[in-house]
Structures are given as structure tokens and as C-alpha cells.
């Protein structure tokens, strides 16, 4: 499956963003979607997960009440609604797909597909 993340841009703190992942190939609806971020000087981190059928979602800790996964398979995309933004939420955002299962395995090791990034940053 291919992927691409579009949405990004400068927010302020308290705002809200909506980033769209668009993809292709007929196996997305076997996979798994979800996003990543990476901040400057910091690994890629877990942010948010949905499964194929859209009736599962997992979330980081960090992110929980205020960002929201959603997908619309009609026409293959993937949403993240980033509400009440901090300038900790600053970071290049990936969108992601697998086929595996349980999300608290999802790690940007084992990710089997890649969107090219978006940036979102928050000023204070």
C-alpha cells in the first residue's frame, strides 16, 4: 500500500489540525493505519492507530482526548483530528500501515509502509 500524508502546517497553541493520509493498492483494506511523529533530535514515536474495518483505535498517552484516528475506506483515507495543540506536538507527522494486530506492537520498526511526512508546528 502507498501513502500520502498531506495537512501539516503552522498552528498555535490551542488549535486545531486535521491530517489526511491518502492510499492506494487494493490491500489497504487489510492493513492497519496509523501515525507516527518524529520531533527534531528525537526518535519516531507511536501517536495513533486504526484497524481495517475502523472499529479499533489506540492512542499514545500523550496525545489521548485530543487527537482523534478516523478513516473513510470509500475513498482510502486516513484522518488524525489534532485538537487543543501543544508545542510539544511540534513534529514531522507519518502516516503508517501494517497488518499487525495488536497496536501496542506498532513500532517504526515494524511498520510495512510509509507516508513521506508532514510538518506540524505549534507556537506557544
Known amino acids: 500500500v502507498q501513502l500520502q500524508a498531506s495537512g501539516g502546517g503552522l498552528v498555535h497553541t490551542g488549535d486545531s489540525r486535521r491530517l489526511s493520509c491518502a492510499a492506494s493498492g487494493r490491500a489497504f483494506f487489510t492493513y492497519g493505519m496509523g501515525w507516527f511523529r518524529q520531533a527534531p533530535g528525537k526518535e519516531r514515536e507511536f501517536v495513533a492507530a486504526?484497524?481495517?474495518?475502523?472499529?479499533?483505535?489506540y492512542y499514545a498517552d500523550s496525545v489521548k482526548g485530543r487527537f482523534t484516528i478516523s478513516r473513510n475506506n470509500a475513498n482510502i483515507t486516513v484522518y488524525l483530528h489534532m485538537t487543543s495543540l501543544k508545542p510539544e506536538d511540534t513534529a514531522v507527522y507519518y502516516c503508517?500501515?501494517?497488518?499487525?494486530?495488536?497496536?501496542?506492537?506498532?513500532?517504526?520498526?515494524?511498520?510495512?509502509?510509509w507516508g513521506q511526512g508532514t510538518q506540524v508546528t505549534v507556537s506557544s
Open positions: 503508517a500501515a501494517s497488518q499487525l494486530q495488536v497496536f501496542r506492537d506498532w513500532t517504526p520498526d515494524n511498520m510495512e509502509s
Open positions: 486504526i484497524s481495517w474495518s475502523g472499529g479499533s483505535t
